[in-house]
């Protein structure tokens, strides 16, 4: 579910940067602006030029909305089994914005900030491509403070870029697996006994 939410937001930018640059009398067709980072360029890490690159940093449970109880029910044809309960998972994601040309970086953070301005909550409506089992997501913009700005470009052991943070709430994991083994078992059927009828000596009055 994590790497579709990427896809989806890596598209979503990357359509609105071509708009917004189109309608600005700019563009020469369209340019992939957005991109993820290479898994072997990792550690270290090299985060691409002249791209905006979204790197996940944090998933958080939102433990407000979780149930008290340890099991939650489920009815299917009128019987209930119980089954773990959902979990709900925010995700912090970094955009960097590294161009070769530092105007065009402070100029693609805008842009960022403008097209989840525009849009700040994805759901079917306005996001057919949306998973059906996500309900919507919403990205709210984050502002961390100096120090934890620190501890985050040292915890990348990179030097620091242009960039923000948006939480992106609210994933929700559902135990399908659980409930599928349950429901694997649809019907048991128990014969009534065989009840046999003998005489006095002992033979069976049936045969």
């Not at 109880?69 to 773990?84: A, M, P, V």
Request: some cysteine.
């Amino acid at each position: 579910m994590f790497d579709e939410v990427f896809v989806l937001i890596k598209n979503k930018l990357n359509n609105f940067f071509n708009s917004y640059i189109e309608n600005n009398g700019g563009g020469n067709g369209f340019q992939e602006y957005v991109t993820f980072l290479e898994g072997e360029k990792i550690d270290p890490l090299v985060i691409p030029v002249n791209k905006v690159t979204p790197i996940l940093v944090n998933i958080e449970e939102e433990k407000v909305l979780r149930m008290n109880d340890r099991y939650e029910g489920s009815l299917r044809n009128g019987k209930r089994t119980d089954i773990n309960p959902s979990i709900r998972v925010n995700m912090l994601i970094l955009f960097v914005s590294k161009f070769s040309n530092y105007e065009q970086s402070l100029k693609f953070l805008s842009l960022i900030i403008k097209c989840f301005q525009n849009t700040p909550v994805f759901n079917h409506e306005n996001t057919p491509t949306l998973n059906p089992e996500i309900e919507r997501l919403r990205m709210e913009l984050i502002t961390l403070p100096i120090n934890q700005q620190n501890e985050l470009w040292n915890a990348l052991r990179t030097n620091y870029h242009p960039s923000v943070v948006y939480k992106v709430n609210l994933l929700v994991f559902h135990d399908d697996l659980s409930e599928q083994d349950y429901y694997q078992v649809e019907e048991i059927i128990i014969n009534e006994p065989i009840h046999l009828n003998t005489d006095n000596n002992g033979n069976n009055s049936n045969l």
